[in-house]
């Protein structure tokens, strides 16, 4: 299909490893979003991405996030040092425009991330 | 697969009943909402969205309706259907450097009993 993709699926890692999560939004879609989704809670805003440019990381926890999206398209969000607090789900949302056009965020069916 | 709905608000209807699903949100100054659909295992899926400007917008078997002086939305399902069963989040724009960054409510698990 066309839409938000992200892999991979599940990650289980130990604590104090590094992890890399892949996002490919719908093609075209110049903003990307990252957003974190705890056990039975809301996605949380992350970071946010106007083609290469991150405008807001605001809602990174920790100098361990570190998020790009080198050439506009496809993203990556790395965790350094994992803790077992980052153990969440992991969703990459796009959109077509930007800006103040508002228009809706599509979302992946994220990385479920687990710590042990 | 596990479920997204632990410790949520539930609501329990009969297929082919009519669902309200409510949200407080927290900013006067949001201009934009949307609502999403998240079955268990899956990322948010889009339902409908409504600009500030507007009061109510119908979709297929949806309605949204806005109250900014209460700081309230609300989203109507028509005939609701099994398939409809899911945990549904409003979520709120909040424009900050060019952008649109979500801010979720709490969320509400539909059920739909036969």
């Known amino acids: 299909g066309a839409g938000v993709s992200q892999s991979p699926r599940y990650k289980v890692a130990k604590r104090g490893q590094d992890v890399a999560l892949r996002c490919d939004p719908i093609s075209g879609h110049v903003s990307l979003f990252w957003y974190q989704q705890a056990l039975g809670q809301g996605p949380e805003f992350l970071t946010y991405f106007q083609n290469e440019a991150q405008l807001d990381k605001s809602g990174l926890p920790s100098d361990r996030f570190f998020a790009e999206r080198p050439e506009g398209s496809v993203s990556t969000l790395k965790i350094q040092r994992t803790q077992q607090e980052d153990s969440a789900v992991y969703l990459c949302?796009?959109?077509?425009?930007?800006?103040?056009?508002?228009?809706?965020?599509?979302f992946g069916d994220g990385t479920r991330l687990s710590i042990l | 697969g596990e479920s997204v709905g632990l410790h949520l608000p539930t609501l329990s209807v009969q297929e082919g009943d009519n669902s309200i699903i409510n949200c407080a949100y927290s900013?006067?100054?949001?201009?934009?909402f949307i609502w999403y659909k998240q079955e268990s295992g899956k990322g948010p899926q889009f339902i409908i969205d409504i600009r500030s400007n507007m009061d109510k917008r119908q979709g297929q078997r949806v309605t949204v309706l806005l109250n900014k002086t209460v700081k309230h939305l609300s989203l109507q399902i028509a005939a609701t259907q099994p398939g409809d069963s899911a945990v549904y989040f409003c979520?709120?724009?909040?424009?900050?450097?060019?952008?649109?960054?979500?801010?979720f409510g709490t969320g509400t698990q539909l059920k739909v009993e036969l």
């Open positions: 900013n006067s100054a949001s201009d934009y």
């Open positions: 979520a709120e724009n909040i424009v900050k450097g060019g952008g649109n960054k979500l801010t």
């Open positions: 949302a796009s959109s077509l425009g930007s800006g103040i056009s508002n228009q809706p965020q599509h």
